[in-house]
C-alpha cells in the first residue's frame, strides 16, 4: 500500500477524539476510540491490494 493518507487521517482523527475525551476524563471511551481505530487501521492495511 503506498497511499498512507487513508490511514494517516484515520489515526489522526482518533487521536484527536481520544484527546478530546481524555480533557473531558472520558479515559475508557478514549481507550475505545484508540483500538477501534488501531482495529481498523489494521484491517485497511492488510486488506489493502498490493
Known amino acids: 500500500m503506498e497511499d498512507y493518507a487513508k490511514l494517516y487521517h484515520l489515526l489522526f ?3 484527536t477524539d481520544a ?6 476524563q472520558n479515559f475508557g471511551s478514549a ?3 484508540l483500538v ?3 482495529q481498523k487501521a ?3 492495511y492488510i486488506t ?3
Open 13 to 15: 482523527n482518533a487521536i
Open 31 to 33: 481507550k475505545e476510540t
Open 42 to 44: 489494521e484491517e485497511v
Open 36 to 38: 477501534s481505530a488501531q
Open 19 to 24: 484527546l478530546e475525551q481524555m480533557n473531558a
Open 48 to 50: 489493502a491490494e498490493n
